[in-house]
């Protein structure tokens, strides 16, 4: 054997644990105990398959051990139950990384469906998180929550009626979102403080918000930027806004259909944008005071172009906006930008087939009883390069193969 | 007091009878012993030689438990301090927590000092041993009046508050939350060497000591663990331990992240002159999954310590 193929054969068994097992669980009586269990027994390399059925859930599981997989026989048929939880913050919480999490759903969780915090490398594929009563202030916050972590897949993923936002990823780098549905929840798919993410294929319809690019003050990681949102259908965002007041979705217009907020380098392009009554597209500034010296507040370097826009604005859900659009003649553009910093400070272009408008808003601060909304044109400027491609180590794309 | 309570506890170690020494060798081993007393830390209700009891100034709320602490240094070795004041335990090394109410042991809450890093294991008593519950478990019990579902944390819940950059780590004990007279103790017993920089915590309800700073011993021992930088609640911006400096990360006029349903409709973490209007004290009242601070480890309202952060955000100036 020469040296090249005695190192392949080295890095394979090195990659392919010699032991790798399956440790198999069924709903019934004890399941909190018998699958929590076999979430800490699990090593490196093992799978937790969840059978087919319902599993009644007491407690919060956890996962923390790396390069496990935890699947199911389907989001329709394997189902973790949580609405008997007693305690703990999450349905599922994971805390390790090289995580594969595929084909079961989470219903009714207290707080998130399910979260993973500094899990690297985590897939999220055809789950499905509910809460089945409906969209409800007392649902849990997020539906699938990655958080604090580097590289993150989501795909084929259903999340219902999440009170804050269905998936909603913070404070990671480099994520794909593709392939996935949010409906009924406050924010649809919400990316926030965040590096590098690809958010493309969705459908976000029947949120309060369809898709969030946000970044927000007083956080470890700041300064989100270079996002791209594609080919997404984000359409009849029409369910009234239901997020605990608070919390900055609760700010986010009921009929938004993709708003961008004090982040850079976002580009959202060849999407279908229909019947969102307060905007297809809302470009803003974040509008709160804070006195982080680090954190800037305006949106920079955005590009809107090539999407396909349907009816918009009718019934714009902000404050002052009823008045606004009567001013308009009835309704609001389909893309508007706020105008705070002006156009030096933020570089937003849009280059599309419809009205755009400038709120005209002087500062992030200045109320919008004071706006003087305008067309403007916004398809010129300083080129801006377009963010590379997310590109996620291959495991993860082979996990789901 | 010339014979102070420390002092009698070496007393009690050094006239420990002749049971079977502590088991270094299960401490330092992959094992996960079924009982407690594979460990030998005891001789019945007495801590075997080299373990030693000792107490906080100001303690983690746990359901009106009463907690019976513990540490273990093996012979010959000794622990010391890090550049925040706490101790740092050699390998070999155990901290061992009692919860009981009045003579009813509940469970005894292991951390292993292994070569390769700390172990948390939760021991639930059956009879006059405790026997290793990994997944935890609810007991139903009624406290102070109240039928409550008391829980045994599972080992990944004992890492969610013990953890330090996703590493487990023993919370404390820190120097500045533990008695003068039983530091003193330790040192002259040979268990701990070196000296600790920090600034004593009051107890909480040492209604002596100033309003403030017992508030922050209280949202230190009871929040510092997961709300500091390198704690499970990093990404909330939210950083309670006891030398936070910046009023923002302390959570005064700071707005939620993702407290979802938590926030309670409230815009502030802490709304200085309003503990009505604080999430802080929202989710403190609040025994309710995915509502609840902390999230595990506690089935009741803590109502002295609500009281005692609610006067202090009372007392401060109003924006």
Redesign the interface.
Request: aromatic share 6%; net charge positive.
């Given at each position: 054997m020469n040296k090249p193929c005695l190192s392949l054969a080295a890095a394979m068994l090195l990659a392919s644990p010699a032991f790798a097992r399956t440790i198999t669980v069924a709903p019934g009586a004890d399941a909190?105990?018998?699958l929590?269990?076999a979430?800490?027994d699990a090593q490196p390399g093992d799978t937790v398959q969840l059978a087919a059925g319902r599993f009644t859930l007491?407690?919060?599981l956890?996962?923390?051990v790396n390069r496990v997989t935890v699947r199911g026989t389907g989001p329709a048929t394997t189902i973790l139950d949580f609405k008997g939880?007693?305690?703990?913050?999450e349905g599922l919480?994971v805390?390790s990384d090289d995580v594969v999490l595929r084909d079961f759903a989470v219903e009714d969780?207290?707080?998130?469906a399910i979260k993973s915090?500094?899990a690297d490398r985590i897939v999220y594929y055809n789950l499905r998180a509910e809460w089945t009563g409906g969209p409800k202030?007392?649902?849990?916050?997020?539906g699938i929550?990655p958080?604090?972590s580097a590289d993150v897949l989501i795909d084929g993923v259903v999340v219902k009626g999440a009170?804050?936002a269905g998936i909603?990823v913070?404070?990671s780098k480099r994520i794909i979102v593709r392939n996935s549905t949010a409906m009924l929840n406050v924010a649809g798919i919400e990316i926030e403080n965040s590096y590098e993410a690809d958010i493309y294929g969705n459908v976000a319809s029947h949120n309060a918000g369809g898709i969030l690019v946000f970044d927000?003050p007083?956080?470890?990681q700041m300064g989100g930027h270079s996002v791209r949102i594609y080919r997404n259908t984000v359409d009849a965002n029409d369910t009234a806004n239901f997020a605990?007041?608070?919390?900055?979705v609760a700010s986010v217009p009921t009929g938004t259909g993709v708003m961008v907020m004090a982040n850079r380098d976002v580009h959202v392009f060849g999407n279908t944008l229909t019947n969102n009554a307060t905007a297809n597209v809302m470009i803003v500034a974040y509008r709160?005071p804070f006195?982080?010296t680090t954190y800037n507040p305006l949106p920079r370097n955005v590009v809107v172009r090539d999407n396909k826009h349907g009816r918009a604005g009718w019934e714009p859900g902000f404050p002052g906006g009823a008045q606004l659009a009567a001013a308009l003649g009835g309704s609001l553009p389909p893309v508007f930008w706020d105008g705070a910093g002006g156009r030096g400070a933020t570089n937003v272009q849009v280059r599309e087939a419809v009205p755009v408008m400038t709120l005209g808003l002087a500062e992030p601060s200045t109320p919008v009883s004071d706006a003087k909304p305008a067309p403007v044109d916004l398809s010129g400027g300083p080129a801006i390069v377009e963010p590379k491609p997310v590109v996620l180590p291959a495991s993860m794309e082979d996990a789901i193969k | 007091m010339r014979f102070g309570a420390a002092a009698i506890a070496w007393c009690a170690l050094v006239s420990a009878s002749a049971t079977a020494p502590v088991a270094n060798d299960v401490i330092l081993s992959e094992a996960m012993p079924q009982r407690l007393s594979d460990f030998h830390f005891f001789d019945g209700d007495r801590p075997n030689a080299g373990v030693v009891a000792y107490h906080l100034t100001t303690p983690l709320f746990s359901d009106y438990a009463e907690k019976d602490r513990y540490i273990f240094i093996p012979k010959g070795q000794k622990a010391g301090f890090d550049g925040d004041g706490k101790i740092v335990f050699p390998v070999g090394a155990a901290i061992i927590k009692t919860f009981r109410y009045g003579v009813t042991k509940i469970e005894t809450r292991v951390l292993l000092h292994r070569a390769n890093g700390w172990v948390a294991l939760p021991y639930v008593w059956a009879g006059d041993d405790a026997v290793l519950k990994?997944?935890?478990?609810?007991i139903d019990m009624t406290v102070h009046g109240q039928a409550i579902?008391y829980?045994v944390p599972?080992?990944?819940?004992c890492?969610?508050c013990h953890?330090s950059d996703?590493a487990i780590m023993p919370i404390g004990p820190k120097a500045a939350n533990i008695e003068a007279v039983q530091m003193t103790g330790l040192r002259k017993a040979g268990m701990i060497a070196g000296l600790a920089k920090f600034v004593p915590m009051p107890r909480w309800d040492d209604g002596a000591a100033p309003l403030a700073t017992r508030a922050r011993a209280y949202l230190d021992v009871n929040c510092g663990h997961c709300h500091n930088?390198k704690g499970?609640a990093?990404?909330s911006?939210l950083f309670l331990g006891w030398t936070m400096t910046d009023r923002?990360?302390l959570g005064i006029g700071?707005?939620?992240?993702?407290?979802?349903?938590?926030?309670?409709?409230?815009?502030?973490a802490i709304d200085p002159g309003h503990p009505e209007r604080s999430?802080l004290i929202h989710r403190m009242q609040s025994t309710?999954?995915?509502i609840a601070m902390p999230?595990?480890g506690r089935?009741m309202v803590h109502d002295e310590g609500v009281a005692l952060v609610s006067a202090w955000i009372k007392a401060m100036p109003t924006r």
């Open positions: 909190q105990s018998r929590q269990e979430l800490i007491t407690d919060g956890s996962l923390d939880q007693k305690g703990a913050g919480l805390t969780a207290k707080g998130d915090k500094g202030a007392t649902n849990g916050a997020y929550y958080v604090s009170s804050d909603y913070g404070q927000l007083n956080l470890p605990p007041k608070g919390n900055i709160q006195k982080d | 990994r997944a935890g478990t609810r579902s829980a599972n080992v990944n819940q890492k969610e953890a996703g930088p499970a990093s990404n911006g923002t990360a700071k707005r939620p992240v993702a407290a979802g349903r938590g926030s309670g409709g409230y815009d502030f999430i309710e999954p995915g999230e595990v089935a």
